[in-house]
């Protein structure tokens, strides 16, 4: 099985304490946010196929990231670096300080460990069509040769979403829109032609609508680099988390409402003050990223252990 530390919160930058003590445990335990149901997820060697993070900021787990390399989990970075405005991104690092980590990262385990991802793509008053193509060359040109592919999504206006957007445009004084899918293409077709450049392809996230030629629809989490970066075959089958999602199958072991970051377009965090509460009462000796008060049951065995024997081989 292919474990995702996370897609629903930034593991490497605040829980990777806990995630190392998990992983010499051999098995977490994990909360299903719809159902409650509580499942332990086993991340012993021989049940991990490989490890997809997901993090705006790698640098504080590089260290840990050794440890995971010397126990012989292979593993891919999914690093978000936008270069936003502080209005829009409260508390996320600096871009240079991003761009030099992951840069050791691609040096230290070879440039498929690295997926650089530019989203989600806001239009803002401060983050216009223009600001977005200046940026994300410049962006593009600090990682030549660090990573061969760029990940982009535009913002989905969930109902949190949007909550968190118009909030931002009352206390900040911005303004925020949603372009028609033509003008989302126009930009993808700039930022392609950009990436290409830098000798990178680019992937759309979810969002085939948006996807133009030249331009593939993305596999975030992705059997293929994981066969790459570990040498081996991984068993893997194709099962999106949601519409157009081109994933492989994965366990995610995050928790919503725990990243503090403060994006005001994450669709993870209904509110950051509640993140930063969640974060603070964050147990790194837990078997949990977060227990909610009073405790929980469990529910059942790790969804889909079953059936991994009769996963296809990938590759064949």
Known sequence: MIISASYKTDIPTFYGEWFMNRLRAGYCRVINPYGKQVYRVSLNRDDVDGIVFWTKNVAPFLRRLAEVHDRGYPFVIQHTINRYPRELETSVVHAERAIDAVRSVAESYGPRTVVWRYDTIVFSSLTPRAYHVENFGRLAEAL?????????????????????MDRATRDLGIEWWDPDAEEKRDLTRELLDLARANGMALAICSQHEYVVEGAVGARCVDAQRLQDVA???????????????????????????????????????????????RYKKHDPDSEFLYEPPGGVTESGPEPGGERRNQLKLFGD
Do not use: M, W
Not at 261 to 272: E, I, N, Q, S, T
């Open 144 to 164: 030549r040769g660090v990573t061969d592919e760029v990940v982009v999504s535009f913002a989905h206006i969930y109902q949190k979403t949007k909550r968190n």
């Open 231 to 277: 040498g081996r075959r991984i068993s893997a089958r194709l099962k999106g988390n949601r519409k157009d999602c081109g994933c492989f199958e994965s366990r995610d072991i995050g928790d919503y409402d725990t990243c503090p970051h403060g994006c005001v377009y994450c669709y993870a965090v209904r509110h950051r003050a509640l993140a930063l509460q």
